[in-house]
């Protein structure tokens, strides 16, 4: 009998009452299992949907011929972009079966031939400047009329794969000139797992979570911001997946276990099953924990803790209500400029905060200015020509954060002013991404308080006093320069995120190197250390919003440290409160101190279980 999708995928709407149960596998497809980084806890059960299927989407598109030279760099680009893509993918076969590697390794090695000097890439440049097309119209042109000779000469299946594996790399490189969104998601079924060779944060950020119950790609790491959405929305995730693609059928069965960080193929009766009690064990879990939403944040030696929560998207505020939370310890406010076409107006801008600030009812909420840069693409930004092209630059060294802001400041001070409009409705703190140096501190100043007078002017509706005005501490320089940054800040926020990649030299998203990117490191306990001492040399509030704040067997030890102010995705408040009440002040100095006396992260990883064990929580 011939194998057929359990499936038939875009066959349900939302209110069908999701899909049909999974079936376990089929017999003729052997369940596979595969490994990768555990990026957000929980479990998923679902049919497959594959982003890489629909082609992107691309108008016939004509260029004067003065624009020849230009598009030439833009598909030089791209190339280069695809080949690095497919270069990366090349270097992790190493760890699949050897069986699996000889699969996967001739297709790649035929991708990375095509964007060498090949047929396909001078009939791009050819079409570019006799036809005076654009480059993606180009490439989709060739691909496709490449595609059609070979199936036309001959109509054997080795011809008909060449001809798939054309269109393939075409839709690759269209896909790298676009940088258009990786994929509309809208054809997923409801409770689908999304599976993708790799998501960008903007990508990410278009996921409904009613929707999609899991998702799965071949690349990123743990703390890359991708990782972080997906915790924001609390959706089972396995990032960092190699091979995961390949074979891959969409509308079979995914099993995604995001605690022990695996991905189940078409699994069979007994994973399956398992699978199922996961699932229901988390929703108990989820369960007891929201029954400690009002309870009160503190030690049991009566130490009050703040929680506040990250927000990323609006989609998240009602997450942020139910999990208890005291306030926006971090709003990134990149999100609001990712996948539109033009950047945000004040007007717009003033919108959004103040609808965040007004559901806070009271509570405050902290605004970080635009953290542009790193693995955060905004084509706004580009199409706007304030941002250079990332393809050839180091990204998380270069023009990041403040160092844009100061350079733009028609930008900053467009966000500026519509936070400070919004400030009108409730609490709010500005929080400047990325500073490594006073200087930059004394340069946003003036312009925060260049633009709160502009405003005055115009009539605006503010408060009396400015909103505090505070800097993010992520980079070792800042760290080490605390005390001296404390006295032009008003507050500070530690990214353990950012201290953890840029002290260790470990890029927060990558997989090669995930093993290496540890916040407990003893060189980044010591940086935080240093930035509570730096802020209390001049009283300053200090909190800390990394994913490390949201970790509770590492929350005696930041509360050790003197930490009293975390701000965590929503869905880890409630289990931080549970920390915090099962500890005393008292039990996790101590822990602390022995815990900064160990050579490496392992002892103190066993130093922190060990207390884990010993105490109530
Ligand atoms: C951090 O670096 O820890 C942080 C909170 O900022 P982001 O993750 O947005 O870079
Ligand atoms: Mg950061």
């Known amino acids: 009998m011939p194998w057929r999708p359990w499936w038939k995928p875009g066959s349900m709407s939302r209110t069908d009452g999701g899909p049909p149960p999974p079936q376990p596998g089929c017999g003729l497809l052997p369940e596979r299992r595969l490994f990768g980084i555990a990026a957000c806890a929980g479990v998923a059960i679902g049919p497959v949907f594959r982003t890489t299927e629909a082609p992107p989407q691309v108008t016939r598109h004509k260029i004067h011929a003065s624009d020849i030279q ?30 699996s ?16 000097p090949s047929r396909l890439l001078r009939g791009v440049r050819t079409r570019i400047e006799e036809r005076l097309v654009s480059a993606e119209t180009a490439v989709m042109e060739e691909a496709n009329a490449i595609a059609a000779t070979l199936t036309a000469a001959s109509d054997d299946t080795h011809a008909a794969r060449q001809a798939d594996e054309v269109r393939e790399i075409g839709r690759r490189l269209v896909r790298n000139l676009t940088r258009a969104p990786f994929r509309s998601f809208a054809g997923a079924v409801q409770g689908a797992v999304l599976i993708a060779e790799s998501l960008r944060p903007s990508d990410a950020a278009l996921i409904d979570p009613a929707r999609i119950a899991g998702v799965a790609t071949e690349e990123g790491g ?60 988390f ?46 310890g971090l709003l990134r406010s990149e999100f609001l400029f990712m996948n539109r076409d033009t950047v945000p107006t004040e007007d717009e801008q003033a919108r959004s905060y103040r609808n965040v600030v007004e559901t806070m009812s009271g509570d405050t909420v902290t605004i970080r200015v635009l953290d542009w840069g790193g693995e955060k693409e905004i084509e ?30 028609d930008l900053f001070e467009t966000q500026l002013a519509a936070i400070l409009r919004a400030a009108h409705a409730g609490p709010v703190r500005v929080l400047l991404p990325m500073v490594t140096n006073v200087a930059e501190i004394r340069a946003a100043k003036a312009i925060y308080r260049r633009v709160a007078d502009r405003l005055r002017e115009r009539g605006a509706a503010l408060p009396a006093t400015l909103p505090p005005l505070g800097i993010m501490v992520e980079t070792p320089g800042a760290a080490l320069c605390a005390d001296v940054l404390a006295a032009e800040a008003e507050f500070f926020a530690i990214g353990t995120n950012d201290l953890c990649m840029y002290a260790l030299a470990v890029d927060r998203g990558a997989m090669e190197v995930a093993e290496l990117y540890d916040p407990l490191h003893p060189g980044v306990l010591r940086l935080i250390r240093m930035t509570i001492t730096g802020a209390a040399s001049h009283r300053i509030p200090v909190s800390v919003c990394g994913e490390m704040a949201a970790n509770p067997d590492m929350t005696p030890l930041l509360l050790g440290l003197g930490l009293r102010s975390f701000s965590t995705n929503a869905s880890a408040v409630p289990r931080v409160k549970q920390a915090v009440r099962g500890t005393t002040i008292g039990d996790c100095e101590r822990l602390t101190s022995h815990v900064m006396q160990q050579s490496d992260s392992e002892q103190i990883r066993d130093a922190l279980k060990t207390f884990g064990h010993s105490s109530a929580y």
């Open 70 to 99: 230009a598009e030439g760099a833009r598909l030089d680009a791209a190339v280069l972009r695809s080949r690095k893509q497919l270069m990366k993918l090349r270097s992790r076969l190493a760890v699949l079966p050897e069986e």
């Open 101 to 116: 590697q000889g699969e996967i390794a001739p297709l790649l090695d035929a991708y990375i031939q095509m964007l060498g």
């Open 222 to 281: 743990t703390d890359g911001h991708t990782a972080i959405l997906l915790r924001a929305l609390g959706i089972p995730s396995v990032l960092g997946v190699p091979g995961l693609l390949s074979g891959l059928h969409a509308g079979v069965t995914a099993v995604v276990d995001g605690v022990v960080g695996t991905v189940i193929l078409n699994p069979d009766n007994a994973s399956l099953s398992g699978a199922r009690r996961a699932v229901a064990s």
């Open 283 to 328: 929703a108990r879990d989820r369960q007891r924990l929201s029954r400690l939403r009002r309870l009160a944040s503190v030690t049991l030696d009566g130490e009050a803790v703040s929680l506040q929560a990250n927000l990323e998207l609006p989609i998240e505020l009602p997450m942020v209500a139910q999990s208890g939370a005291n306030g926006i």
């Open 380 to 409: 706004a930004l580009v199409t706007a020509g304030m941002v250079p092209e990332l393809i050839d630059s180091n990204p998380a060294l270069g023009l990041r954060g403040i160092r844009l802001l100061l350079r733009q400041p």
